[in-house]
């Protein structure tokens, strides 16, 4: 399983956007997640899935904007699971802790780590250059990023922005836009690995 913990970054002096955050997150993955996002402590929230797809997701929302310090745990999950995700508890519970402790002080704030820690450094590492490329691209990268991500081809994004085709390819090439749908397969795979190296 992974579990996910999001500690908000300088809480003290900006509003509180655990709530939104939650409620975006229980929209966007719905019956993929294996309990509702849930709020662990003051501006913490934390999510418990069991497919490295929707994790690598989640991971990918939360690092977005630099609004979270995001730790993955993967490991085991006592069952029956409880009715919410701050009642829960197991190896990858532990796993998520020290995982966000390492990321509140990590360049890009994120950190992963597995209850059998065999896969997750390559894995960490992995993510880490996508979260990299992510971290440089800018408000006209996103805005074409997301179109695409959205089901657009190129073209159309293109036409939708009212900027020449030629435009919108030195934009995607600038912001990585290819690299990352192309890497994603690849990087969910990783981060599968480190939950069979925990099961």
Same mark, same amino acid.
Request: hydrophobic fraction near 45%.
């Given at each position: 399983?992974?579990?996910?913990?999001?500690?908000?970054?300088?809480?003290?002096?900006?509003?509180?956007?655990?709530?939104?955050?939650?409620?975006?997150?229980?929209?966007?993955?719905?019956?993929?997640?294996?309990?509702?996002?849930?709020?662990?402590?003051?501006?913490?929230?934390?999510?418990?899935?069991?497919?490295?797809?929707?994790?690598?997701?989640?991971?990918?929302?939360?690092?977005?904007?630099?609004?979270?310090?995001?730790?993955?745990?993967?490991?085991?999950?006592?069952?029956?699971?409880?009715?919410?995700?701050?009642? +829960?508890?197991? @190896?990858?519970?532990?796993?998520?802790? /020290? =995982?966000?402790? &390492? $990321?509140?002080? #990590?360049?890009? !704030?994120?950190?992963?780590?597995?209850?059998?820690?065999?896969?997750?450094?390559?894995?960490?590492?992995?993510?880490?250059?996508?979260?990299?490329?992510?971290?440089?691209?800018?408000?006209?990268?996103?805005?074409?990023?997301?179109?695409?991500?959205?089901?657009?081809?190129?073209?159309? +994004?293109?036409? @939708?922005?009212?900027?020449?085709?030629? /435009? =919108?390819?030195? &934009? $995607?090439?600038? #912001?990585?836009? !290819?690299?990352?749908?192309?890497?994603?397969?690849?990087?969910?795979?990783?981060?599968?690995?480190?939950?069979?190296?925990?099961?």
């Amino acid at each position: 399983m992974f579990i996910i913990t999001a500690d908000q970054v300088d809480s003290r002096h900006l509003d509180d956007v655990a709530g939104p955050t939650m409620r975006l997150l229980n929209e966007r993955y719905g019956h993929r997640l294996a309990l509702p996002v849930d709020r662990n402590a003051g501006d913490e929230i934390q999510a418990l899935v069991s497919d490295a797809g929707t994790a690598m997701g989640i991971i990918t929302d939360l690092t977005r904007n630099g609004e979270w310090s995001v730790g993955c745990g993967v490991g085991g999950v006592r069952t029956p699971l409880p009715e919410h995700t701050r009642e +829960a508890s197991g @190896a990858g519970f532990v796993a998520a802790r /020290a =995982a966000v402790e &390492r $990321a509140k002080s #990590a360049p890009l !704030r994120f950190a992963l780590s597995g209850e059998f820690p065999t896969e997750a450094p390559l894995a960490e590492a992995l993510i880490e250059l996508l979260l990299l490329i992510r971290s440089r691209r800018t408000p006209e990268g996103w805005e074409l990023f997301d179109l695409i991500a959205g089901g657009l081809t190129q073209a159309a +994004a293109a036409k @939708a922005l009212g900027i020449s085709p030629q /435009a =919108a390819s030195q &934009r $995607a090439r600038a #912001a990585g836009i !290819r690299t990352e749908i192309a890497a994603i397969p690849a990087l969910t795979a990783a981060l599968a690995r480190v939950d069979t190296d925990a099961g």
